[in-house]
């Protein structure tokens, strides 16, 4: 019944660790254009190399829609079959879409390698990051969210059995029985969750009086970076994807007006939903948050997208409608790629101001340049946090007298 979700290989274990050598899949449909694909498979790379595994292959497909038994067509499965026989290092294949069961079963058939979807990646990933009882929880929660639908599919066990008088019962009910034992283990969880929901709202509403502010963005965009730079601690940061799962909160002080900084998780495109559904209580600190730092990586080449992904999670949230500050991560990176050596600095700012100004009326909020990694306009960021901090004072307690 196990699905194993370990791609970079037994570390846990304390075996060696072999890279893995991988194959990514992504199939063009729907309202998609080659470029889109082309950078889901570069993200899709990323996660794969977070996870343990080399990418060594890529092959993309356009479908009116994917195929129901294999989700690529007959062609490019052939295709995809004859470099892996003659690459014999290649032992996974990685698709950029989520799979049902069947579909896994057919590939692992015909391909004779590991198939893993997206989701099934991501969640590899989280079980590695989670340290804490609520991360892993609400990871392993998420995992028979994505299993139990797969169960049927991903029953090998049962293979050998092909109908026929005596053949249907038993293994109706063994994989039933399987059913009933994922569903209970997923109660379990949840109740294991909101006895951790408990004990962290308690842990709130303790710090209720003071202004919550939360760094919010994409995953790998700077924000744990950006964290350490302001509260002056040692949040772990690494240039991978998802390197913070729990939330870390800081008590932070600017000119003496105190609040609390939270650095959370990053989102990403196409990030599972039972994954979200799994991790909206860690998420509860950016629901219940006062101020909303959005930091984006400026240097990415589709940061806009990466902006509207962020979007539509914390609409999920329920969380979007709060002060909100842009910073725009990673400017350091942006002239390196934009800026012609031979330009003025007078230029250059121009051709900054008129970017933020073009941002501002795209995303509707005011926004700064920085670099976390070079504290560049750094102080200019403290300055604009500690005017919208002062005004959400203002706002909670209009007739206290404080000493700012």
């Known amino acids: 019944m196990s699905k194993e979700w370990n791609v970079g290989g037994n570390q846990a274990s304390g075996l060696k660790e072999e890279t893995e050598h991988a194959v990514l899949v992504g199939v063009i449909y729907g309202s998609q254009t080659d470029d889109q694909v082309n950078e889901y498979l570069n993200e899709l790379e990323f996660l794969a190399l977070t996870a343990g595994a080399q990418c060594v292959k890529r092959y993309t497909q356009r479908l009116p829609n994917p195929h129901p038994r294999t989700f690529i067509g007959s062609g490019k499965m052939e295709e995809i079959k004859k470099y892996i026989d003659a690459h014999e290092e290649v032992n996974m294949v990685i698709f950029d879409d989520d799979l049902s069961g069947k579909q896994v079963s057919a590939l692992e058939t015909e391909l004779k390698v590991k198939i893993v979807d997206r989701s099934s990646l991501i969640l590899d990933i989280f079980a590695r990051r989670a340290q804490t009882a609520q991360a892993k929880t609400q ?4 995992q028979l969210q994505y299993l139990l639908p797969r169960l049927r599919g991903l029953w090998t066990h049962l293979e050998r059995q092909r109908g026929g008088i005596g053949m249907r019962g038993p293994g109706e009910k063994e994989i039933e029985t399987d059913r009933r034992i994922v569903r209970d283990k997923i109660s379990l969880l949840k109740k294991q969750l909101e006895k951790i929901d408990r ?181 200019q960021l403290r300055e604009m946090m500690i005017t919208m901090v002062k005004r959400e004072y203002q706002i909670r307690y209009p007739h206290e007298v404080r000493s700012w």
């Open 139 to 142: 990871v392993e929660l998420a």
């Open 199 to 379: 004990q962290a709202i308690t842990q709130r509403k303790t710090r209720g009086e003071m202004i919550r502010v939360s760094l919010v963005g994409y995953t790998n965009v700077g924000k744990s970076t950006l964290m350490n730079v302001l509260s002056k601690s040692d949040v772990f940061a690494e240039n991978k994807l998802f390197a913070t799962l729990d939330t870390t909160v800081r008590k932070v002080v600017f000119n003496n007006v105190p609040f609390l900084l939270s650095d959370t998780v990053g989102f990403i495109r196409k990030l599972p939903h039972h994954l979200v559904e799994s991790f909206k209580s860690t998420l509860d600190e950016v629901r219940e948050s006062d101020i909303l730092l959005h930091v984006v990586d400026v240097g990415h080449p589709r940061f806009e997208e990466h902006i509207k992904a962020v979007n539509e999670t914390l609409d999920e949230l329920d969380a979007r409608n709060k002060p909100t500050l842009m910073v725009y991560n990673k400017v350091d990176i942006y002239r390196e790629k934009n800026f012609d050596a031979l330009l003025d600095v007078g230029t250059k700012k121009e051709i900054e101001r008129e970017l933020l100004a073009n941002l501002h009326n795209q995303f509707e909020y005011d926004g700064i340049f920085i670099s976390a990694a070079n504290r560049d306009n750094i102080d």
